[in-house]
């Protein structure tokens, strides 16, 4: 199989929702998912700016999927995904709670 290029498709908050670029949470302290692409059984490191949060594994359809609790944190994330040695990065949304 040829190699994929790492890609973060979504990230979504708890319902399912989509979060867009620059798109305000009203609920800080629920999970957040981030879902991606990359070679079949690639380790995928996934970070907010220079702070990694954890690491997924891609399936053998080349996706992985990586679940993070802000812990009520109200700023802006900077999700950034690492394959070997190249990044590739989603600047997300400001989290803003009720």
Avoid: C
């Avoid at 702070?51 to 990586?66: C, D, K, P």
């Amino acid at each position: 199989m040829p190699q994929i290029v790492p890609f973060i498709i979504d990230i979504k908050d708890k319902t399912g929702r989509p979060i867009e670029n620059g798109e305000t949470v009203e609920t800080p302290s629920d999970p957040i998912e981030v879902r991606g692409t990359a070679s079949p059984e690639s380790k995928v490191k996934i970070f907010d700016g220079n702070n990694e949060l954890g690491e997924a594994i891609a399936n053998e359809h080349a996706i992985w999927t990586f679940k993070f609790s802000t812990f009520g944190a109200i700023k802006k994330f900077s999700i950034k995904t690492k394959v070997e040695s190249e990044v590739y990065e989603f600047t997300s949304q400001e989290r803003v709670g009720p």
